[in-house]
């Protein structure tokens, strides 16, 4: 498997990534690369818990790397929306399998007929658990528990490269813990692949135990890594997502309340769209979105994007 991860590394460069399945079979996708000609960005505005509706691109300031632009189209889009979820199966969750099982199973029914929904987990690899599926499939969910080993990191990565039709958007929602052992993928590298991709990442934290006994002893330690856990969670705000946290470990039907929240507040949110002018095309290009016209509004958007090096 690490064979695999480390060709997907490489595949930055070449231009094509690699993705493990549970037949093992390698399935070819290509990596995205920014679009600067134009900048999607999606922007959840909310006052308190409700969204804020029937904004015009008028009402938005939007800076790039400092420089005001034209915002060219703004719309809270009903466009069918690619489904990622990650659920980490790690040993520590052993005990909640059939759990899951179902809400996977109630999630899918949450989605609308144009939509599409996958399932990574992790096991001594990144799984695809649920290849890509519509709406009212019935899905044979099968989970394994696995001690000594959560490949976090990598299966995050896995969620983000998916390239996405144009007329489509990309959710990936992680059920994590946030604790990695034995990923392949470094927090710096997940963090500028998060900058290189059009998805919204969100995180659902679960922790505090409730596997089964046998599995709570891992065999490695979490690595040492530069930021740890913040940069996972670094990596979900830089796409305009945010970390939610469970008050008890996976309470029933707690997978699917939290999922519910996440879509209905992504279906809801804005896209953005302007053609850069007046900066480099080359390197990281910060994002700003302001409403100044609204009070109290809590505004919630992708926080940049690396340009291709292309035009100026």
């Known amino acids: 498997m690490k064979r695999r991860i480390l060709a997907v590394v490489m595949s930055l460069v070449s231009g094509t990534a690699w993705l493990a399945t549970p037949s093992a079979q390698q399935t070819q996708t290509p990596v995205f690369r920014s679009r600067t000609s134009t900048v999607a960005v ?21 800076t790039d790397n400092g420089v005001a632009q034209t915002v060219e189209a703004v719309a809270i889009e009903n466009v069918p929306i690619d489904v990622t979820l990650f659920l980490d199966t790690s040993g520590s969750t052993a005990g909640k399998f059939d759990e899951m099982k179902d809400d996977v199973q109630a999630i899918i029914k949450l989605l609308r007929p144009s939509d599409k929904f996958r399932l990574l987990t992790i096991g001594d690899s990144v799984y695809e658990s649920v290849p890509w599926v519509s709406p009212g499939a019935t899905v044979d969910v099968s989970f394994r528990a696995v001690g000594g080993i959560s490949l976090v990191q990598d299966a995050l990565m896995f969620g983000l490269l998916h390239r996405v039709d144009p007329v489509r958007r990309h959710l990936v929602v992680g059920m994590t813990d946030r604790q990695d052992c034995g990923s392949v993928i470094s927090s710096t590298l997940l963090l500028e692949l998060a900058g290189r991709s059009e998805a919204v990442m969100h995180l659902v934290d679960y922790s505090g135990g409730g596997g089964e006994t ?85 505004i919630r958007a992708r926080q940049g994007y690396y340009g291709d090096g292309e035009g100026k």
């Open 42 to 62: 999606t922007a959840s505005v909310k006052r308190g818990n409700n969204t804020i509706t029937n904004l015009t691109a008028a009402d938005f300031v939007v």
């Open 214 to 298: 046998r599995y709570r002893v891992r065999t490695c330690t979490p690595r040492a890594r530069p930021g740890g856990v913040a940069t996972i969670e670094q990596a979900a705000a830089r796409t305009g997502g945010a970390l939610q946290t469970q008050s008890r470990f996976l309470r029933a039907s707690a997978i699917v309340r939290a999922f519910r929240t996440i879509f209905e507040d992504f279906r809801q949110s804005y896209v953005l769209r302007y053609s850069p002018n007046g900066v480099d095309a080359r390197g990281w290009h910060a994002i700003s979105v302001t409403v100044p016209n609204v009070k109290d509004a809590t």
